[in-house]
Structures are given as structure tokens and as C-alpha cells.
């Protein structure tokens, strides 16, 4: 049972344009959602993440939009660059005993080009 | 600082034969993980340790995966009677305790299995 559905799979954005991935999760206990980045022969790594008592987080030239009542997050990269290319995951997990395990979605290769 | 390493980076071994991957956290870092990364299942959890209490191995595909982590740091990830399907790219990733902490990865190391 796929926990977290991504989409797209890829997204290509011309330079200076938005790029938009979407997430879903159904699981209503997840109370952090990360988004992660990762190039090639890289791991992945932390580019903004949220709380659901929030609705949206920006830092520089990325946003996260958060609709608890529809069990959807978004990442908006503004102003794309071709250093944005890369493969990003959007993950959600709930903190517990267990500590932080995280349920990816299946990644968005994402190029900009020129 | 240092970040999280991982070795080997590539591993090529013959179906049948058993592989250990050796995880080195971030200092400091109580709280490791171990993900995997593969065409068919995406990015998903394997096993977390936290300090010295007993391991989550929740994520475990079979009996035949093992991991520890001794003195708290570094970890090993074991897979005993390797499989074709078993060919992936192993994730370490570390943090600090608590709901919330960024999980740093390592570059991973790439399994192969002929």
C-alpha cells in the first residue's frame, strides 16, 4: 500500500518558470512532511519540510503548500534553475517510539532547461 | 564537519553469497537509519536504530537482512544468500533524537547482484 502518491513522474520547466510537484498521503497521523532533493550518485537531501498546523512554508525560491482536509502537499520551486535539476522526493512521517521513519513518494525528475 | 559515510560505494557480488555495508553517522547522532533504494520500490525504510534501545526492524524485506550498530555509531547492514532483487542502493542516514531532526543520508552504496 503506497502511503505517499507523487506526481508527476518528470517535469520539465523552461528557465525562470515554476515548477509545481504534488504529494498526496492518506495516512492522517504523518505530522511532518519533508521534500528532499537528490542528484545523481547522491543521497537524498533536506530542502524544506513542514508541520500540518501550517498551511505554507516558503525559504528562498522554494514553498511548500500544505491542505490538511485534503491530505495534499505541494512543492513550488520559483524561478527554476538549471542547477534545479535533479530527482526530488516528497515524505511524510509521524514521530513515534520508533522514531522518524520516512514514506517517500516515488520521485520527480525534474529538468530546466535553457 | 564530516557527514555520513557509507562503504563500499559499489559492490558487485554473485547471487548466493553474503554482503556487509557499514554505515558511519554523523557524530553526535543518536538516532540511524537504513533505507533502500531501488527502480521497482522507490525510496523505503529498512531498520532504525536509537541510542541503545532495541532496534525497529519493522521494514525488513525478509530474514535474510540483518543490521547492527555497535558503541551507538557505526552500523553494518547484512544480507545473507544475496538475490538478483536484493540489487539496490543502500542508504544510511543519521540524526539526532527527537520529532522532527533532519535525517542527513550518505551517498549510499550501489549493490549488485549477479
Known amino acids: 500500500q503506497q502511503q505517499v502518491k507523487q506526481s508527476p513522474q518528470s517535469l520539465i520547466v523552461q528557465k525562470g518558470g515554476i515548477s509545481i510537484i504534488n504529494c498526496a498521503y492518506e495516512?492522517?497521523?504523518?505530522?511532518?512532511f519533508p521534500w528532499y532533493q537528490q542528484f545523481p550518485g547522491k543521497g537524498p537531501a533536506l530542502l524544506i519540510a513542514i508541520r500540518p498546523d501550517v498551511s505554507e512554508k516558503k525559504e528562498g525560491r522554494f514553498t511548500i503548500s500544505f491542505n490538511k482536509s485534503a491530505k495534499q502537499f505541494s512543492l513550488h520551486i520559483m524561478d527554476s534553475q538549471p542547477g534545479d535539476s535533479a530527482t526530488y522526493f516528497c515524505?511524510?512521517?509521524?514521530?513515534?517510539?520508533?522514531?522518524?521513519?520516512?514514506?517517500f513518494g516515488t520521485g520527480t525528475q525534474l529538468k530546466v532547461e535553457l | 564537519g564530516a557527514g555520513v559515510s557509507q562503504s563500499p560505494s559499489n559492490k558487485v557480488t554473485e547471487k548466493g553469497k553474503d554482503v556487509e555495508l557499514r554505515c558511519d553517522p554523523i557524530s553526535g547522532h543518536t538516532a540511524l537509519y537504513w533505507y533502500r533504494q531501488s527502480l521497482g520500490q522507490g525510496l523505503e525504510f529498512l531498520i532504525y536504530f536509537q541510542g541503545n534501545s532495541a532496534p525497529d526492524k519493522s521494514g525488513l524485506p525478509s530474514d535474510r537482512f540483518s543490521a547492527e550498530r555497535t558503541g551507538g555509531s557505526v552500523s553494518t547492514l547484512t544480507i545473507q544468500r544475496t538475490q538478483q532483487e536484493d540489487s539496490a542502493v543502500y542508504l544510511c542516514?543519521?540524526?539526532?533524537?527527537?520529532?522532527?531532526?533532519?535525517?542527513?543520508f550518505g551517498p549510499g552504496t550501489r549493490l549488485t547482484v549477479t
Open positions: 542516514a543519521s540524526s539526532f533524537w527527537g520529532a522532527n531532526y533532519e535525517q542527513y
Open positions: 495516512n492522517t497521523a504523518f505530522d511532518y
Open positions: 515524505a511524510a512521517s509521524r514521530f513515534t517510539g520508533g522514531g522518524n521513519k520516512l514514506t
